[in-house]
Antibody, heavy 116, light 110 residues
Framework: EVQLVESGGGLVQPGGSLRLSCAASGFTFNNYWMTWVRQAPGKGLEWVAAVKPDGIEKYYVDSVKGRFTISRDNTKNSLYLQMNSLRVEDTAVYYC?????????WGQGTLVTVSS | QSVLTQPPSVSAAPGQKVTISCSGSSSNIENNYVSWYQQLPGTAPKVLIYDNNKRPSGIPDRFSGSKSGTSATLGITGLQTGDEADYYCGTWDISLSVGGFGGGTKLTVL
């Protein structure tokens, strides 16, 4: 069974940083693209970033380019999202998902709140 | 602004059928697989359909997916009150090299 467990969310001030983690189990992690998707309060899903199985090629939505970095450690079956220069509009539940658009599994999400 | 376009809401009576459309372009839907997600209130999204029309194990055959050109459709038959949720389509955009979702459709079972 595919399991994805996010952690690392919390309250941070504007301009601050946070690192999200996603622990994967139940499948061969290094065979899959992995993705972060976020959902602001009361809003729809927004695709944030994705990384290829080898961890080399990475893709980002324009609004986070230069501020967020997606990475993975295939030896630890883990996915990460380093978020710098956080803005109020980054407040959302962040989901880890398997596949380029999460077509094969999602975690339960972790809440990131950016507020002073 | 979403890459894909969905109607904001649809409604139907219990036992009836409903369809939800997802409109895109040649750079996304037409040349990539489409997936569909169900999000019940207060929960994480769940995959209903992947690769245009395939159902993960455990998803009942009341749910179906199809694609034609730059549009995709989710069909739900035998509607139940428990199907009330937000539904999203998603796909990859080869021109932008990003993933994208529709704005979501709220299903009300009257």
């Amino acid at each position: 069974e595919v399991q994805l467990v996010e952690s690392g969310g919390g309250l941070v001030q504007p301009g601050g940083s946070l690192r999200l983690s996603c622990a994967a189990s139940g499948f061969t992690f290094n065979n899959y693209w992995m993705t972060w998707v976020r959902q602001a309060p009361g809003k729809g899903l927004e695709w944030v970033a994705a990384v290829k199985p080898d961890g080399i090629e990475k893709y980002y939505v324009d609004s986070v380019k230069g501020r967020f970095t997606i990475s993975r450690d295939n030896t630890k079956n883990s996915l990460y999202l380093q978020m710098n220069s956080l803005r109020v509009e980054d407040t959302a539940v962040y989901y880890c998902a398997r596949g380029r658009v999460g077509a094969s599994g999602w975690g339960q999400g972790t809440l990131v709140t950016v507020s002073s | 602004q979403s890459v894909l376009t969905q109607p904001p809401s649809v409604s139907a009576a219990p036992g009836q059928k409903v369809t939800i459309s997802c409109s895109g372009s040649s750079s996304n839907i037409e040349n990539n697989y489409v997936s569909w997600y169900q999000q019940l209130p207060g929960t994480a999204p769940k995959v209903l359909i992947y690769d245009n029309n395939k159902r993960p194990s455990g998803i009942p055959d009341r749910f179906s997916g199809s694609k034609s050109g730059t549009s995709a459709t989710l069909g739900i038959t035998g509607l139940q009150t428990g199907d009330e949720a937000d539904y999203y389509c998603g796909t990859w955009d080869i021109s932008l090299s990003v993933g994208g979702f529709g704005g979501g459709t709220k299903l009300t079972v009257l």
